[in-house]
């Protein structure tokens, strides 16, 4: 599907209806990784539509794994680690930041070579955060700038497990080195240093792999998962969107269907609760161990709160979206602990304040965060900045504004929710 370049939004129609959001992007990427680690056929039912599992998808392909079908649902034929084989190329993980972490974890333990790449944005972003604990693990790893930056190159073997302590709460490290434990000789521990999301345990604790987590320290021993079948649950990032947007649209009214409802997915709920939101979940099944249900949300008058610590570490991909919700409500939101945006699909404090700044907001930005004094935003001429979440978030904000507001770089939504603005439309002509 093609996607514009430059949308139009606004009106401030209230949005009505029900919507599903695509399956989730962190489910995706892990059902088709363990689906792979597995020995035989698993089924995966609404797997994130977006062009970062479909990097993962066509890296496992590249290294032998049968993959048939579309997103909507395909059957992945594991054959156990040994199944894999060296790719013919390089691995080209286009935007996708889980798909080289998490892919460094599994090479690192093979017994070939392999070179991982991606976009500009991605060969930006930090890797020493992998590279270091794997070489620890024994692994021959490298890449640019004295292996700290993409591409990286890895000539897999044998790992030995040990103790990692890192220094940031990252859920794509931890998964790297769960991936790493699972294929070396010993015990693998990871001392997490704050919350992360922990899809990577659940499931492959579900699926009888030897991973336990206990007291904030992952173990993991040398095993594989099990096949499975998985109807891959909404992802609550892109939820996330919509939520904020009939928050702040006066005489909205929806319910976002199966959702995934992982604590460590939706402290932004809580977070928009405190700030007066008027929104209720309704958990209603488990699937490999991922709670799922609806979420429903009704606009309401919303204020200024603080989000900090590990609130703030398991909302970092919703910060765009609760940024909106920010320059909607009446007073302050402070922002603090929050460093990491500095390095995901764009620099997200520089442009978060620079488009909220086109909206008439005041922002404030600090090294580790933004304080955002609430007002009257109004229509303007916004950007994408390469990441989808900055388009989205600007999406939602021209959305509640009577005036129309252009988003330009629209097309790089299409990393995790292509049909955006198709699902928007609905619920704002109330057909959804
Ligand atoms: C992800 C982990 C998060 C998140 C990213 C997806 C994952 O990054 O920002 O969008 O699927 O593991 P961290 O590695 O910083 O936790």
Not at 80 to 108: F, K, W, Y
């Amino acid at each position: 599907m093609t996607v514009p370049n430059e949308i139009v939004v606004g009106g401030a129609r209230p949005l009505r209806g029900r919507v599903r959001v695509p399956g989730d992007k962190s489910i995706s990427h892990r059902a088709l990784l363990f689906a792979a680690l597995a020995d035989g056929r698993s089924t995966i039912a609404r797997l994130a539509t977006g062009a970062d599992v479909a990097a993962t998808r066509r890296s496992l392909e590249r290294l032998g794994v049968r993959i048939k079908g579309t997103p909507e649902r395909l059957t992945v034929t594991g054959a156990g680690v040994d199944g894999l084989r060296e790719p013919d190329g390089v691995i080209d993980c286009a935007n996708s930041g889980t798909s080289m972490r998490v892919l460094s974890g599994l090479l690192a333990g093979r017994p070939f070579l392999s070179v991982l790449d991606g976009d500009d944005s991605l060969r930006t972003r930090p890797m020493a955060r992998v590279v270091q604990p794997l070489r620890a693990m024994g692994a021959a790893i490298d890449g640019r700038a004295d292996g700290t930056l993409a591409p990286l190159v890895v000539r897999g073997g044998a790992l030995t497990g040990c103790r990692h302590t890192p220094s940031v709460a990252s859920a794509q490290v931890k998964s790297a080195l769960v991936l790493a434990g699972l294929q070396a000789s010993g015990v693998t521990e990871i001392v997490e240093p704050g919350a992360s999301r922990d899809h990577t345990e659940r499931m492959l604790g579900a699926l009888g792999a030897p991973v336990t987590s206990s007291g904030g320290v992952v173990r993991v021993e040398a095993g594989a998962p099990t096949a499975f079948e998985l109807d891959v649950p909404g992802d609550p990032s892109s939820a996330a969107f919509f939520v904020v947007a009939a928050c702040i649209t006066a005489g909205s009214e929806i319910v976002i269907e199966d959702v995934a409802l992982n604590p460590s997915r939706i402290a932004f709920v809580t977070v928009l609760q405190r700030m007066g939101a008027d929104i209720e979940l309704e958990p209603h099944s488990d699937r490999v161990g991922e709670p799922v249900g609806d979420i429903t949300v009704r606009a309401a008058p919303l204020h200024g709160t603080t989000i900090v610590g590990d609130e703030v570490s398991v909302a970092m991909d919703e910060i765009p979206a609760l940024a909106v919700a920010a320059a909607f409500a009446e007073g302050v939101t402070d922002i603090r602990d929050a460093a990491e945006l500095r390095v995901k699909e764009s620099d997200r404090i520089g442009t978060v304040q620079q488009e909220l700044g086109q909206l008439g907001i005041a922002v404030e930005s600090r090294p580790d965060g933004l304080m955002i004094r609430g007002g009257r935003p109004q229509a303007a001429s916004l950007k994408g900045h390469g990441d989808h979440r900055i388009a989205m978030a600007a999406a939602v904000a021209g959305h509640a504004i009577e005036a129309d507001s252009t988003v330009r770089g629209w097309s790089i939504v299409a990393v995790s929710y292509p049909d955006f603005l198709a699902d928007l439309a609905r619920l704002s002509d109330g057909d959804a």
